[in-house]
């Protein structure tokens, strides 16, 4: 058997060593060690030499199949004169199912052709529909087949697999076996290439006991490992997919089934997010039909949609995965601003649905309603005082749980009834059939009239307005509104902190919101329901039958009805997938529920992180939200994104954030200890941190943040201006689900003192980095001589 340098040892060290360091065992290297490590090159150079050539075949049969797509479009594009309905349907479908072959396949990825497994000889073809992964003769060291990995699958001319689709079941052995359990997996590579150029290779021999052998001479193992090889990796400013190095605990996730709810936990570094964005590109490869529907990946911040959002793309799936943070997912509403944590815990309460259905219908009733119609007709002078209709407008209202908009009509039916009553006080009363026939046409007379009043449709339209969401949010910035509107539900503090958080709003509502407030105005879109579109009449649907609205052509109704069905696609989804879920409020499990009529879920977080103060409330939202459908229930332990001294530290506010939750195991060293810094003035923490942060750019490829208190996101981001784009900072909250290579964690406590939940806030900002960490603390975080806060010390 044939091992590069360095295979089989412990784990590498090398991201926490200094170049200096590595130049000085250069010079000691004997005769000897310089002689192998040629060796080792020239059989990595040969490895390299002979995936290129399979890289090379791919990209031919890639070409051969563009051409044969191009032709194909080509083909239908021309055929303008078809003479049927059915044929212009099918040379459309023709020209979509090309243009998308072409543009899957014109794609450019990073690791295009990123795996390989050697497999022994299988004992049977399949095992439950699935390639057969016991080997026939387990002491049998002989490559039988060799299989690629990549991201889209590629056949030959013969139809032999050139490529396995990752997402394939024959695949599954590359992300499945281990050294304990290999099946019939004998070695597995991971091959790095950029375009059609392999920059690369690392290999796992998972049966190092058999000597393996592939055509009669020795298995070639090349490297490390390529898990360690991956890890090692610099962080840029957006996730990476780790389709390359997916492990069997995240693989099962992946491929679970779809049914119910499938609920994913894991510590900090586990591969919560990647493993969920995986999963959307597994599914819509397993039944792409069955997700036309869309699926739905909701995210806790937008930086988190932003680092995210390439993942699916580089996985070859675009177009029917929409990536949304918890604050986007109301069309044409963005969260631009963020709550106290005071003011959060209101918001994101169930209290809220009381609240807001007393606000929605309380809304048509503000200081400017008229308390009073006036109104002229058939000589007489009708009036309704505010006593009169503030009855109406009860009578209307208790019309069970019907949308305060779509009440409109009602109103106005109620209007007319009134109005005709009075009228009917100076009239006799009909005795014959000809007298109630008269009066029956006296009536539709009267209420045309009426209703085509100036006088009469201003009323209307200021005693029962159109309501937006965010004009009944406006009418919550007067305390004294809240306070009688919430009686029985929020404290008089509570009802100043809401009054106060909504002041900056206009009557209209404009003004910047929350993500707390998106979750409140999802709720008041329910319960208001469409505002009616036309001012000048309200019809009974049965007349549009006939109306003018109804000579349309087949392809302008077509049209329409398309256009609801997009609207309603973007509140209805066929698979939802929660990221970081244990932030979520109760009213955004509302708000997300109300998505997913059909919908199966994928749920993943971990309770230790949650910002949100009371996770049990939280609980019963979820329980409510999925209702009775099937759960299933995985658990990752593995942490791939820390070394085991910052998972470490990170430990010591775990045991006190979430006391008895046991850390995933780090999986490796870098012989790199967490760095603790102090200063003796709060306003020597900026200088600090600077000088903090230009080190450790110095030491690192990739990114370095800095995480504070959300309170001085914007004075750190003074702190580091100058020192390019590796650097970053951000708000405690604003961290969840990011990693960089370095991080500086400033101002420990006031993290930690930021809410109930502050704790495990600063759990999240502590597992973050991926390389090295430093924590700085001011005089308020109490540091010993060493500069370890109160809060990190043992």
Not at 25 to 38: M, P
Not at 338 to 357: F, I
Not at 683 to 698: C, I, K, N, S, Y
């Amino acid at each position: 058997m044939t091992y590069d340098r360095g295979h089989m040892s412990a784990p590498s060290r090398t991201s926490g060593t200094s170049n200096d360091a590595h130049t000085d065992r250069q010079a000691g290297k004997t005769e000897s060690e310089a002689q192998a490590q040629t060796q080792a090159e020239t059989l990595r150079d040969r490895e390299i030499a002979v995936e290129q050539h399979h890289l090379d075949q791919v990209y031919h049969r890639l070409e051969e199949k563009l051409a044969e797509a191009e032709f194909i479009l080509d083909d239908a594009s021309r055929k303008f004169q078809v003479g049927t309905p059915g044929a212009l349907a099918e040379r459309d479908a023709q020209v979509f199912q090309a243009g998308a072959h072409l543009q899957r396949l014109n794609s450019e990825f990073e690791d295009f052709l990123f795996g390989r497994i050697d497999l022994q000889q299988p004992d049977s073809p399949e095992e439950d529909g699935f390639p057969s992964q016991t080997p026939l003769d387990p002491a049998d060291p002989a490559v039988a087949e060799s299989l690629h990995i990549g991201r889209i699958g590629v056949l030959d001319a013969e139809y032999g697999p050139l490529v396995i689709d990752w997402r394939a079941p024959a695949a599954a052995p590359f992300y499945r076996a281990t050294p304990l359990q290999p099946g019939r997996v004998l070695r597995r590579r991971v091959i790095r290439s950029r375009g059609r150029r392999v920059l690369g290779v690392e290999d796992d021999l998972l049966r190092p006991e058999l000597e393996p052998v592939l055509d009669g001479e020795p298995l070639a193992v090349i490297g490390d490992g390529a898990l360690m090889a991956t890890l090692g990796r610099a962080r840029g400013h957006t996730m990476r997919d780790i389709v390359s190095s997916i492990q069997q605990e995240q693989d099962i996730v992946i491929r679970a089934a779809a049914t119910g709810a499938t609920l994913v936990s894991g510590g900090p570094g586990t591969g919560k997010t990647a493993v969920a964005l995986h999963r959307a590109a597994f599914l819509l490869y397993q039944d792409r039909r069955r997700y036309a529907g869309g699926i739905l990946v909701v995210s806790p911040t937008p930086l988190l949609v932003s680092y995210t959002e390439g993942v699916l793309p580089a996985l070859g799936e675009e177009g029917q995965v929409a990536i949304r943070a918890v604050g986007s997912l109301v069309e044409g509403i963005e969260a631009d601003a963020y709550d106290s944590p005071e003011a959060a815990r209101v918001k994101g309460s169930s209290r809220m649905v009381t609240l807001t259905r007393r606000a929605a219908r309380a809304a048509v009733d503000t200081d400017d309603t008229p308390t009073e119609l006036r109104v002229t007709a058939l000589g007489e002078v009708l009036r309704l005082d505010a006593n009169a209709l503030r009855n109406l407008r009860r009578t209307v209202l208790g019309t069970g749980g019907t949308p305060i908009n779509l009440l409109r009509p009602r109103a106005r039916r109620l209007l007319l009834d009134a109005l005709w009553s009075l009228l009917l006080r100076t009239r006799p009363r009909p005795t014959d059939r000809l007298d109630r026939e008269q009066q029956q046409r006296e009536r539709e007379a009267f209420d045309e009239y009426v209703s085509d009043e100036e006088g009469f449709l201003a009323f209307l339209d200021a005693w029962w307005p159109a309501l937006t969401p965010r004009r009944v949010l406006a009418t919550l910035r007067d305390q004294r509104r809240i306070a009688r509107l919430a009686r029985g539900e929020l404290s008089q503090p509570e009802v100043r902190l809401l009054a106060g958080s909504w002041r900056q709003l206009d009557d209209a509502g404009r003004g910047s919101v929350t993500a707390h407030d998106v979750a409140l105005l999802d709720e008041l879109t329910v319960l208001l329901g469409e505002a009616a579109r036309q001012r000048s009449r309200e019809v009974n649907p049965m007349d549009l039958l006939t109306g003018l609205d109804e000579v349309t052509t087949f392809a302008e109704r077509s049209r329409r009805a398309e256009s609801r069905r997009e609207a309603d696609e973007r509140r209805d989804y066929a698979h939802i997938i929660v990221d970081e879920a244990q932030d979520l409020t109760p009213m955004q499990w509302r708000m997300i529920g109300r998505r997913a009529r059909q919908a199966t879920w994928t749920i993943v977080g971990d309770p230790a992180q949650s910002s949100w103060i009371d996770p049990a409330e939280a609980q019963a939202a979820m329980d409510e939200t999925l209702g009775s459908k099937p759960r299933r229930s995985y658990t990752l332990t593995t942490n791939y994104r820390n070394p085991a001294e910052i998972a470490e530290v990170a430990a010591r506010i775990l045991a006190q954030a979430a006391p008895g939750t046991l850390p995933p195991n780090a999986v490796r060293s870098t012989g790199v200890h967490p760095r603790f810094v102090s200063v003796a003035a709060e306003d020597r923490v900026g200088p600090a941190a600077r000088a903090e942060v230009e080190r450790l750019l110095a030491e690192v490829d990739g990114t370095v943040g800095i995480v504070v208190p959300m309170d001085r996101r914007e004075e750190a981001a003074g702190w580091i201006d100058g020192l390019g784009r590796r650097a970053v900072a951000l708000g405690s909250l604003e961290a969840k689900g990011l990693e960089y290579d370095a991080t500086v964690v400033a101002d420990p406590s006031g993290i930690a003192g930021e809410s109930d939940a502050g704790l495990r806030v600063l759990y999240v900002a502590l597992t973050r980095a991926t390389q090295r960490l430093t924590v700085l603390s001011g005089p308020l975080d109490l540091p010993d001589a060493d500069g370890v806060p109160a809060l990190l010390r043992d």
